[in-house]
């Protein structure tokens, strides 16, 4: 099967832009309007990953993507027009795997679709890979050229968050948010203090060869 995208989007120029730069990027796409049509669609035909807006008629987002949750395990993203905390939450939590927030550049959205792409195509295999960098998620260990660098645990998850989501540009808060959880009284500058160990861990002498600091943003790490 070839990668089957299902949009369920009601603002139909915005379904149609989307609908058409998928296909460009060779992504066979299929889109509903309706609430209720796409989840009878998400539930009745093969898909790799569903683009799921929260508002919509006859059906919302969040309702749609927990009874998709309650018979199929697609990878979901969530596109909405809110930028709250508690809206980002509440779509995570119904079972969205990610969210991306209206107006957004088609160049962020494919990236954030073939990274989760990339996650569940791969969950039986052990090691993420960047340079001469490799991480192992089963054993818990980093290594570079052969040589293993101690992590603690937050130094290791963040480091996973960021090759999980190559070619991606992390705000802090969204670091935060995974690697720390919703509840952590974290202040974002905790971020910034794990990139310079994770840094000088790695790599003591170029210390932003590996991982780029997006000034203003957060970090990234570019393929």
Partial sequence: ME???L???????LARFIELELKYE???VMTEHDGRDGLNRALSEPFNLILLDLMLPSLSGMEICRRIRQSRDLPIIMITAKDGVMDRVSGLDSG?????????AIEELLARMRALMRRTGKETQDTLTHKDLILNTKSYKVEKDGREIPLTKKEFDLLRMLLDNKDIVLTRDRIIEKVWGYDADAETNVVDVYIRHLRNKIDPEQPSAYIETVR???YVIRS
Avoid: L, S
Wanted: glycine fraction near 12%; charge should be negative.
């Fill in 26 to 28: 060779g992504y066979e």
């Fill in 216 to 218: 203003g943003t957060g």
């Fill in 7 to 13: 949009v369920i989007e009601d603002e139909k120029n």
């Fill in 3 to 5: 990668n089957r995208i």
């Fill in 96 to 104: 969205a795997d990610d969210y991306i927030v209206k107006p957004f």
